[in-house]
């Protein structure tokens, strides 16, 4: 049946990391479906709802500018790929100060999404719980049941 195998499938995560892996460690200690977006830029097109999964790239300066990758940027830049983001995680580091993990809520506020979660640099077992609890969430199942 369509409508049931639509309410068990899991929403896909859509990540970033770069070269240092943190992000991707992360998501790998998920063990949840998920796509990369690609550090050399080349673009991707997402078919369906995913959570965003990025890290914060400031670089300390006092202005926000810079906070989400340009890797990011364009991949949001695709109206399709917009319009699937159910929702934004974002990580950082918390010697960033007022800046941490600030791609998230710079993200939320763009797209209209919730901002869901933030951990520090690789995470926690205890934020990998927490990020399962809200990937496992029902409201992604009812929305995929929707389309
Ligand atoms: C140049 C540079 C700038 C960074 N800027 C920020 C920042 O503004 N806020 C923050 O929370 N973390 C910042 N970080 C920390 C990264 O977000 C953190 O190390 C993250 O885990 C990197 O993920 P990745 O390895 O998947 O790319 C910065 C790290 C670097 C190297």
Redesign the pocket.
């Known amino acids: 049946m369509i409508g049931s195998f639509k309410m068990d499938k899991k929403i896909l995560v859509v990540?970033?990391?770069?070269?240092?892996?943190?992000?991707?460690?992360?998501v790998q200690k998920l063990n949840w479906r998920s796509v990369r977006i690609p550090l050399d830029g080349t673009p991707i097109k997402v078919n369906e709802d995913y959570i965003l999964i990025v890290?914060?790239?400031?670089?300390?300066?006092l202005h926000?500018h810079?906070?989400v990758?340009k890797q990011v940027i364009q991949f949001l830049n695709d109206k399709d790929n917009r319009s699937y983001c159910r929702g934004v995680i974002?990580?950082?580091?918390?010697?960033?100060g007022d800046?941490?993990?600030?791609?998230g809520p710079i993200i939320s506020k763009k797209l209209h999404v919730p901002f869901l979660y933030q951990f520090?640099?690789?995470g926690t077992m205890e934020d990998v719980e927490n990020v399962l609890n809200i990937l496992k969430t029902e409201r992604w199942k009812q929305n995929n049941d929707e389309k």
């Not at 990540?15 to 992360?26: A, E, G, I």
């Not at 974002?90 to 960033?96: A, R, V």
């Not at 800046?99 to 791609?103: D, G, K, L, R, S």
């Open positions: 990540y970033f990391s770069t070269s240092s892996n943190n992000t991707h460690r992360f890290p914060t790239y400031c670089g300390g300066r926000m810079g906070a990758t974002s990580s950082g580091n918390t010697n960033f800046q941490f993990a600030v791609a520090e640099l690789l």
